[in-house]
């Protein structure tokens, strides 16, 4: 094993908001790397694809997908339904 995890670059998942909505994000990822090819950090930008998903008939999660809830230190960053 090389000890290298190749990144996720689109990951979708439910979200739980402060509401207790569940709430479908599609996750865009990407690394942040230094002119030397270094990795600095990480870049995600989510959107809430949760109508989009109704509309396709897509409404359960895979059996993997676990809902994420919004942390003390986060709640001013979750969608207040």
């Known amino acids: 094993m090389s000890g290298t995890v190749e990144p996720a670059e689109y990951v979708e ?3 739980l908001t402060l509401g207790d909505n569940l709430r479908w994000v ?3 990822n990407t690394l942040i790397k ?5 990795i600095l950090g990480t870049f995600s930008s989510g ?4 109508e989009r998903r109704q ?6 999660p895979m059996p993997t ?7 003390d230190t986060a709640r001013r960053n979750c969608n207040r339904d």
């Open 13 to 15: 998942n439910q979200v």
């Open 26 to 28: 599609a996750w865009h």
């Open 34 to 38: 230094s002119g030397a090819g270094g």
């Open 47 to 50: 959107e809430d694809i949760t």
């Open 55 to 60: 509309t396709l008939g897509e409404q359960s």
């Open 65 to 71: 997908d676990e809902p994420l809830s919004c942390s």
